[in-house]
């Protein structure tokens, strides 16, 4: 299989080397090619010895001498007083060395000639799965690196001189464990470091570089790319990526294919130990909530119709069971708070006005969402959690229609959304001065439109009016709250009101007994000019800038001539003249004004002067007054 | 186990299933993730040490 190797020496010497390698290969025949092959001087001397008859010592002094001038072949290591020789079949043993570049392996992820890469999704091919998930998909130290997501690893030296630089704790451990490691070899391999530092600096500098294998080893790398070191202590990586690994930790829930673990609001279980129900039982649910007319809590549910008691050992577990599967169900609205788990269900009566549609008042209150909400202005967000209330002025829309804007400052005191995609909650509004409670449905904002709080209409309309100052309070129960307002004698005034069957805005008499904001009362000694208001239809008032120019020309002082018509007004009177015909908050207005050439600020009122129109001489000419209609 | 083959939210999730199981009663999610990175850590850390 192997050649013989070419020994050197005399004569002798060369045929004692011969004889004696043909010894230890006939020793190992039997080993692999390249394994080392071991003899010690004493056994070749004893057995060559018996062999020539020869002194023995004399043999020792020859056989170390001859292999001594072979030392290519014959490798020698010195062991207390004997000395043993290696070889291997091949001829000189040389220790093995694992070269695994060829594998097709290394050759698909660490390719020699690659390709740049913009992005590192054309690296991943995707492939349909037959569950429709998104898989895991591993990609290469080498991918990452070459996309930019993971630091490049330095080499040890460079390693070295980026602990020194690296000014923490785990930095000064890792170079404590280098030193310990090779204490000889640090003083060289520093002073050549130091080079290395300079050009390695930004790199740190930047990004904390791993210290070592062992650092690389606990780093495990989110789906969106923020790498976490398992070594550091449980809290403090929550501390610091709490909310990341909790999304993480959901969505891998949601996307696992088994559905292993399901959540319903901040609670999780497992699927497999999640009692199901019958359709018997859903049909019993449901029948249960449209005959009590309105959402009920999953306690109360359970209590009457599962008959389980609290103190029952899977209380909780069951309780959990039912609030997942109806979630499951598309029958079923869940439309309670954290700690107030509430269902509805097709069939059930509307909350709320039907005067206005869902996607309407949605538009209507999108100017929150965009960023115009100036409900803290006067009471901040720290100040209505801390106290638990909320002050408001009623504007005419509001009490007209029963609508409150789902401002900062409402939902700073109102409950958040449990679930991620909840669309409404139902809440309850007692009045502890009429003993009284209305439900209120809460929309919540989706994208660009607003969300808003529906259902007091009928309070509102029969113990308020515009402008009056209500109070709402937490209660102990996330889903109830108190609505209350200051009474006071008595007061008759001449107020606006919507005639709903000729679809126009006029002026009674009303008597109140609430206290009021007298700026935003709307009386008709302060605001007379509105019983020309028309009306608009809802998909008309989504335009806030053409609802405005009509407020304005009707509530605005003419100061301008018939042919060139000019109004002014305040910000105050446009502010509550627009909301009778739609919610805007004081900074949406300031924005509407401010984006048209038509509005100018006259010193503290602002002015208006429409577009002239073109008058059509073909057409009878209109009545005169009407330019004054507004006069008494 | 080697981080690198770490999946956060799969890896360990039987683990974290078993010890949901045997508590018996929903848990808090984020006190579940407390215990997830714990199991993680359990074996990246303290099997690499072995």
């Known amino acids: ?632 | 186990m080697d981080a690198k083959n770490v999946i956060f939210g799969e890896t360990g999730l039987e683990k974290l299933v078993q010890m949901l199981r045997a508590s018996g009663q929903p848990q808090d999610i984020a006190k579940l993730v407390e215990r997830y990175l714990e199991i993680l850590r359990d074996m990246v850390v303290v099997e690499e040490k072995r």
């Not at chain 1, 990452?144 to 460079?158: C, D, N, R, S, Y």
């Not at chain 1, 996307?255 to 497999?272: H, K, M, Q, S, W």
């Not at chain 1, 029963?402 to 669309?423: E, S, W």
């Open chain 1, 1 to 632: 299989m192997s050649e013989k190797p070419t020994f050197t020496g005399n004569a002798e010497q060369k045929a004692l080397a011969a004889q004696v390698f043909q010894l230890m290969s006939s020793q190992g025949q039997f080993f692999a090619a390249d394994s080392p092959i071991k003899q010690t001087l004493a056994n070749l001397a004893d057995f060559i010895a018996v062999q020539r008859k020869a002194d023995r010592a004399k043999v020792v002094q020859e056989i170390d001498a001859a292999l001594s001038k072979n030392h290519a072949v014959f490798a020698r290591e010195q062991r207390e007083d004997d000395v043993i020789y290696v070889i291997s079949r091949l001829g000189v043993y040389r220790a093995r060395v694992e070269e695994n570049t060829h594998m097709f392996k290394n050759r698909l992820y660490e390719p020699d000639n690659p390709l740049p890469v913009d992005d590192i999704s054309v690296v991943v091919t995707t492939t349909r799965p037959a569950l429709t998930t998104v898989e895991p998909v591993f990609i290469s130290d080498y991918w990452q690196q070459q996309a930019g997501i993971e630091p490049v690893e330095l080499g040890e030296e460079e390693q070295e001189a980026a602990v020194e630089l690296l000014d923490t704790v785990e930095a000064v451990e890792a170079v404590e464990a280098v030193e310990a490691v090779a204490p000889a070899v640090a003083e060289p391999i520093e002073a050549a470091a130091v080079e290395s530092v300079v050009a390695a600096a930004p790199v740190v500098v930047e990004k904390p570089v791993p210290v070592s294998t062992s650092m690389q080893n606990t780093l495990i790398t989110l789906s969106n790319g923020v790498q976490i070191d398992l070594r550091r202590p449980v809290a403090d990586l929550i501390g610091q990526y709490g909310p990341t690994l909790l999304a993480q930790f959901r969505a891998a829930l949601d996307n696992d294919p088994l559905r292993r673990i399901v959540t319903f609001g901040t609670d999780a279980f497992p699927e497999g130990a999640v009692e199901s129900f019958g359709k018997n039982d859903l049909r019993r649910i449901r029948d249960y909530l449209v005959e009590t007319g309105e959402p009920m809590l999953d306690s109360q549910i359970i209590a009457d119709i599962f008959y389980h008691n609290p103190r029952q050992n899977d209380y909780e577990t069951f309780r959990f069971a039912l609030d997942y599967r109806l979630s499951r169900e598309k029958d079923f609205e869940f439309v309670g708070v954290d700690g107030a788990r509430l269902w509805s269900t097709k069939g059930m009566p509307a909350i709320g006005t039907k005067r206005v549609k869902a996607s309407e008042m949605g538009q209507l209150t999108g100017y929150l969402e965009e960023g115009f909400d100036d409900s803290t202005a006067e009471q901040s967000v720290e100040s209505i959690r801390s106290t638990s209330t909320l002050s408001h002025v009623l504007t005419f829309f509001e009490w007209e229609y029963g609508v409150l804007p789902y401002t900062k400052a409402l939902a700073a005191l109102l409950p958040a959304p449990l679930l991620p995609d909840q669309r409404t909650a139902v809440l309850r509004f007692e009045s502890p001065q009429h003993y009284s409670s209305t439900l209120a449905e809460l929309r919540f904002p989706t994208g660009n439109r607003g969300g808003w709080l529906q259902g007091l209409e009928e309070f509102f309309h029969e113990h308020l009016v515009p402008g009056a100052l209500i109070t709402l309070s937490r209660t102990a129960e996330p889903h109830i709250l108190t609505l209350t307002y200051e009474e006071q004698p008595e007061t008759t005034d001449r107020l606006l009101i919507l005639d709903e069957k000729k679809n126009k805005l006029a002026f009674a008499n009303v008597s109140y007994y609430s206290a009021v904001d007298e700026d935003m009362l709307v009386n008709q000694q302060q605001y007379g000019r509105l019983r020309n208001l028309k009306s608009l239809p809802m998909s008309d008032r989504r335009k806030a800038d053409a609802t405005l120019e009509h407020v304005f020309e009707t509530v605005g002082e003419p100061v301008g001539t018939r042919s060139e018509p000019r109004y002014q007004a305040s910000l105050g009177q446009l502010y509550v003249a627009l909301n009778v015909l739609r919610p805007v908050s004081r900074e949406y207005l300031a924005h509407l004004l401010g984006d048209s050439d038509e509005f100018v600020l006259d010193g503290e009122r602002w002015s208006y002067t429409p577009p002239p129109v073109e008058i059509d001489e073909t057409e009878e000419p209109q009545d005169e007054d009407l330019y004054d209609e507004d006069e008494e």
